[in-house]
């Protein structure tokens, strides 16, 4: 591919372009690891260099990127990007934040290795120390997702399609049309640029790709409605799977994107990159799903009666510390226990808190018996609540839901009670206690939420 070229627009779907009408090269450059193996620095600044360099001259880009909620080695790549893209006409970095807090100044710059004396240079287009060259003119931003303002509508899904979309997994709840609504940045660029790792993600399937516009920079309802058909089809029928209604009705709604659409989509391994892949967005997700399901899939012979499942201090609400249950409810024999271990965390969501703790903690069928009493609550509070409180069944009206989930937090045991979730006290927990137990049915992870436990 000629570097003035655009690859295809994220608005066509690669399954449905044949293979004479593609671009010559989707996927512009790739390289990966030996399994066991991670990537250097140099090798990874190489293949973004001969990828990236001189294909976006003169333009300007929008560059989405994740969160302190992903292992990302983003100060690095952040400093890649910035030498690679020196030739565009300005740049600008949005947070995917979803319906995460925004970020402050002290967490942008800590995010991204950068200093205030730094950002302010980087917005006057000085550029950074030790990066050659010259440099474009960069913002930083966080996404808003509930703010009308910073939204813009590039269309509407509709009744008979979403239904075919969510087929088998339609239900009535469902709404009718959904809005699909975007930070209003995605039309005030010539080109979007998604750099982000790939994981097994309990709404979607897989993480990455278009999931970096939905929900990362999508308005309310793309959000809502994606999270609750996530949360009809249940997270052990979804997670570390590909091809999901999930993904698709991602990918319908980015359909309507006009602008056109970069991916680099990264495999972690640890804290280093495992592998990286550079084209158009379908492509390049594709083949780090491929590699995703080698990295981030730890099979097991047999399930476990009790998991210690203890979360990082990237995750610092129970909104994200969830994925703590989310990784492992796969494992888990009925009737066994998650202890989700997270001695740092004392809030439940900034965001959303008020919505769960009116609700509390329950399996989907329990929501779908007593629905006029909760459908005033958004979608996606539902839908996080069904997944951390796992599976489940209704017995003569009573909810029995199939694994017991224990907070071991600084959230204390009156909140627990409300919320629908046993209490321990986090004191009380030695992790190496736990530790090489798996023949007695006992499993302790001790960095949990991106690793996921499945049994052969």
Known sequence: MDKTEHPIPFGVQRSTVPQSQ???????????????????????????????????SRQKLLVLIPDHTRTFPLPFLFRVLLEALRDARALNFLVALGTHPPLSDDQFHSLLGITDRERVSLEAGRGLTGIPGSCPPVRLLNHAWDDPLALVSLGRLEKDEIRALADPAWHPSLPDQVEVRLNRAVLQCDHILIVGPTFPHEVVGFSGGAKYLFPGISGPEVIHTTHWLGALIGVVNIIGIADTPVRRMIHA???????????????????????????????????????????????????????????????DELWTAAKAMYKVEPVVEDDGEVIIYA?????????????????????????????????????????????????????SGVERPRVRVVLASRIPPDD?????????????????????????????????????????
Request: charged content about 25%; glycine content about 6%.
């Open 253 to 315: 709604a980015a359909r309507h994107l006009p602008t056109p659409v970069t991916l680099v989509a990264a495999v972690m391994d640890g804290c280093d990159l495992a592998g990286l892949f550079i084209g158009d967005p379908h492509t390049a997700w594709e083949r780090s799903v491929a590699l995703s399901e080698k990295r981030h899939i730890h099979w097991h012979e047999r399930p476990f009666r009790k998991v210690l499942s203890q979360v990082p201090p990237m995750y």
């Open 416 to 456: 627990c009670r409300q919320l629908n979730l046993e209490y321990m006290d986090p004191v009380s927990v030695r992790p190496e206690e736990w530790e090489g137990r798996e023949a007695e049915g006992i499993l302790y992870v001790p960095r949990a939420g991106e690793i996921l436990h499945r049994l052969r």
């Open 22 to 56: 593609r671009q010559d090269s989707p996927l512009w450059a790739e390289t990966a690891a030996p399994d066991g193996q991670t990537l250097r620095e140099e090798a990874v600044r190489l293949v973004l260099l001969s990828a990236l360099e001189g294909r976006f």
């Open 343 to 395: 001695p740092h965390l004392e809030r439940v969501s900034q965001v959303h808190g008020r919505y769960i703790y009116e609700v509390g903690y329950h399996t989907l069928p329990y929501f779908l018996a007593h629905w006029d009493r909760y459908r005033h609550i958004p979608l996606g509070v539902l839908a996080h609540s069904t997944h951390l409180r796992g599976m489940g069944r209704m017995e």
